[in-house]
C-alpha cells in the first residue's frame, strides 16, 4: 500500500522563526507531483505548494519552500518568517499507485505559531 | 471561494437513515473525488469519478454509493448510518492530469460536517 508519513503530530513555533515540517512517502510512480495543504480552523482545505518529481530544483512559493529529496522520498516543507496565520493542520500527499492524479494524504502536522 | 460547492455544511441524522451529499466541481475539471476526515484523523480516498464513469475505488463501504452526473456534479449517497459514519467529508476536483499540462492537485469544497446521533 501507498503511504505518506508525517512523524511530527504536533510542533510549535515562534512568530516570525522558522520552521520545518517532515514527510516521507512511498510511491512506485515515476513521474508525480508531491503536495502540501494546510487546513486552518475553518477546515477548508487550501493547496500550500507543489513539487514536480522530476525537477531537482525545490519548489517556492513566497516564504513557503520544500527540501525535496526524490532517492529518499523526502519532502519536507519550511516555513519561513512565521505567521499567527499559519497556525493549522498540514497534510502532505503523494499519488497512489495506479494514477498520478489519485492522492494519498499523511495523518496530518498541527502547527501552532505562538505570538 | 475555492469554486467547488458542497451541500449542505451541516447534517444532523440518526442512525439508520439515508443522506445524500452533492458537490458541483470547479467550472471545467472533469475529475470528482470523495473523502472521509474522521475526528483527529487524516483524510481517507472513498472514491473517483471522471466525467460521468467511476475511475478509482478506496476504501468506501458497501452502505456508500456515488455517481457523477452529466452535467459533472457529484453526489455521495450514505445509507444506514452508524455513529462512527460522523465525519467530515470533503469533494474535491481536478482538472488533470492532462497530456502536456501535468497534474496541479486538487481543489476542495468546504466539506460536509455529518453528524450521526
Known amino acids: 500500500a501507498q503511504t505518506v508519513t508525517q512523524s511530527q503530530p504536533e510542533m510549535s513555533v515562534q512568530e516570525a522563526e522558522t520552521v520545518t515540517l517532515s514527510c516521507t512517502y512511498d510511491t512506485s510512480e515515476n513521474n508525480y507531483y508531491l503536495f502540501w495543504y494546510k487546513q486552518p480552523p475553518s477546515r477548508q482545505m487550501i493547496l500550500v505548494i507543489r513539487q514536480e518529481a522530476y525537477k531537482q530544483q525545490n519548489a517556492t512559493e513566497n516564504r513557503f519552500s520544500v527540501n525535496f529529496q526524490k532517492a529518499a522520498k523526502s519532502f519536507s516543507l519550511k516555513i519561513s518568517d512565521s505567521q499567527l496565520g499559519d497556525t493549522a493542520m498540514y497534510f502532505c500527499a503523494s499519488p497512489t499507485q495506479g494514477g498520478s492524479e489519485k492522492l494519498v494524504f499523511g495523518k496530518g502536522t498541527k502547527l501552532t505559531v505562538n505570538p | 471561494d475555492s469554486g467547488v460547492t458542497q451541500t449542505p455544511k451541516h447534517l444532523i441524522t440518526a442512525t439508520g437513515q439515508r443522506v445524500t451529499l452533492r458537490c458541483s466541481p470547479r467550472?471545467?475539471?472533469?475529475?470528482v473525488y470523495w473523502y472521509q476526515q474522521s475526528l483527529d484523523q487524516g483524510l481517507q480516498f472513498l472514491i473517483q469519478?471522471?466525467?460521468?464513469?467511476?475511475?478509482a475505488k478506496g476504501n468506501i463501504l458497501e452502505r456508500f454509493s456515488a455517481q457523477q452526473f452529466p452535467d459533472l456534479h457529484s453526489e455521495l449517497n450514505l445509507s444506514s448510518l452508524e455513529l462512527g459514519d460522523s465525519a467530515l467529508y470533503f469533494c474535491a476536483s481536478s482538472g488533470g492530469p492532462l497530456p502536456g499540462r501535468g497534474f496541479y492537485g486538487y481543489t476542495f469544497g468546504s466539506g460536509t460536517r455529518l453528524t450521526v446521533v
Open positions: 467550472s471545467g475539471d472533469l475529475s
Open positions: 469519478y471522471y466525467n460521468g464513469e467511476e475511475r
